[in-house]
């Protein structure tokens, strides 16, 4: 019988038959589809965005703009962006703006208002968000034209050129709504906007390499070189992203390796050396980013209803973030600490 993850094994006690189970958003019932109904013939193409980043300094070379696609094919238990990885608008509360004025009680068929949150009985109508008053209760995931995206980047076009910054097209994952990206990528460069993409590389090797040409910096997320611990952690195979990142490295010149540093997870010092290896030998790869967990999105989790599955890990420190870096800096390769251009 499937059941959600509820808990994530330490590395030294897995089990050489790892079973992932994902955590299942289930999809909204019929309200929720007619609130934000993408197959009705009159809209124009477009695609679901959870967010709209201005002034980012993570995401790439300078002053960017990071357009946040919903959806993704990983559900890692550190995610900074839990509500990004369902591809369905989901609800997300704010406690600390509820006024206690009833007014979701009243309309919530679940019974769910205004404290509980249980993401397997809500049914996503977002009746609670239309009648909530003060914002607690929101609705991640809004489904935008191409032109809506881009006129937000636009208006920070003054500071892209000041700073060789542009947009970014980040999630989620992005290749997981394929089309959307490409048009937003199409039109960024007919705009004559410099584009980023961020993606994990867990998608069709066409459609990765179908979009190269659009793109002119990627920012490729690895997790880790242990295969089992990879589709344990992540829901993942591994041999597709990195059969993917050599396909790239091949035919595209600017590429950033992005590792998440999570203690005791992705920190195993052979796999990194493995990966050192193999990136040094990478004609397209031109620096690794190793990314210091943090806890920032453990909140998030709570406020969407889910269980963190990392109460007990701590942020690596610089000492120990030094130490991993010089694994890939001793191979020749251009190595940072931190998301910072
Ligand atoms: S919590 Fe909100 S979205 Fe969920 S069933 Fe109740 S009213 Fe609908
Ligand atoms: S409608 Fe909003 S402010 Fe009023 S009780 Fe519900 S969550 Fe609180």
Redesign the pocket.
């Known amino acids: 019988m499937p059941k959600t993850r509820r808990s994530v094994d330490a590395p030294q006690a897995l089990s050489p038959n790892l079973t992932y189970l994902p955590y299942l958003t289930h999809p909204p019932g019929l ?2 589809f007619l609130h934000q109904a993408p197959f009705v013939a009159s809209m124009p193409p477009g695609g679901r965005v959870f967010n709209i980043q201005r002034f980012a300094v993570h995401d790439g070379p300078g002053l960017r703009t990071t357009v946040f696609l919903k959806g993704c094919p990983a559900s890692c238990p550190w995610c900074h962006n839990p509500e990004s990885q369902s591809p369905y608008p989901e ?1 997300i509360r704010s406690p600390e703006r509820c006024v206690e004025c009833g007014s ?1 009680v009243e ?7 205004p404290d ?2 249980d993401p397997e ?9 239309e ?1 909530c008053p003060t914002g607690a ?1 929101r ?1 991640v995931g809004e489904w935008v034209t191409v032109d809506d995206a881009l006129a937000d980047v636009e208006s920070d076009r003054v500071f892209y050129e000041t700073s060789a910054g542009g947009v970014t097209f980040s999630g989620g994952e992005p290749l997981s709504q394929p089309r959307f990206l490409q048009s937003l990528l199409q039109e960024s460069r007919s705009r004559g906007l410099s584009t980023c993409v961020d993606t994990c590389g867990f998608a069709p090797r066409r459609t990765l390499l179908g979009i190269a040409p659009l793109v002119d910096l990627f920012l490729y997320d690895l997790k880790t070189m242990d295969e089992e611990r990879h589709l344990a952690y992540t829901g993942m195979a591994l041999s597709p992203i990195l059969g993917n990142l050599a396909a790239l490295a091949a035919v595209h010149d600017n590429i950033w390796i992005r590792i998440p540093i999570v203690p005791g997870f992705t920190d195993d010092e052979a796999a990194l050396e493995r990966a050192a290896e193999m990136l040094a030998g990478m004609r397209g790869v031109r620096r690794v980013s190793l990314l210091p967990y943090h806890r920032q999105g453990s909140a998030k989790f709570a406020r969407l209803g889910r269980e963190y599955l990392l109460p007990d890990v701590m942020p690596p420190g610089a000492d120990r973030m030094e130490a991993l870096a010089e694994i890939f800096r001793r191979r020749g390769l251009d190595t940072h600490i931190g998301g910072e251009a």
């Open positions: 309200a929720g609800l979701c309309v919530c068929p679940e019974g769910l208002c509980g949150m009985r809500c049914a996503g109508c977002f009746e609670c968000v009648a209760r609705m």
